[in-house]
């Protein structure tokens, strides 16, 4: 990983560091603050040696707990979210789904 995207990964994981910090204090969104979860997390996989944004993913779903007010459809477009930011922070090219 290029130091552009090792730069950007710390940015994003301090970013989201701050909110879960803020969190504490304020009303958040359980969605948002999963998705920020998944999203810091990886974020910190890639920086620590992941080989991909799926190792970096599985890391983030093993540390992050999805909240009870995340429902079936909403679950795909989180996922979907993560996956494609993951990916971009990795270097790595968006494929669309077939399909779609």
Do not use: F, R
């Not at 909110?19 to 998705?35: E, L």
């Not at 990886?42 to 999805?66: P, R």
Request: aromatic residues 4%; proline residues 4%; contains cysteine.
């Amino acid at each position: 990983m290029n130091n552009h995207l090792k730069h950007l990964a710390w940015v994003l994981a301090l970013t989201v560091n701050i909110a879960t910090t803020q969190a504490k204090t304020t009303k958040v969104d359980p969605v948002d603050d999963y998705v920020a979860c998944l999203i810091g997390k990886a974020a910190v996989a890639l920086q620590h040696g992941a080989k991909d944004s799926t190792a970096a993913q599985t890391e983030a779903y093993k540390h992050c707990k999805e909240p009870k007010s995340l429902k079936d459809p909403e679950t795909e477009g989180v996922s979907d979210y993560v996956n494609i930011m993951v990916m971009s922070m990795a270097g790595e090219q968006c494929q669309p789904k077939k399909g779609k």
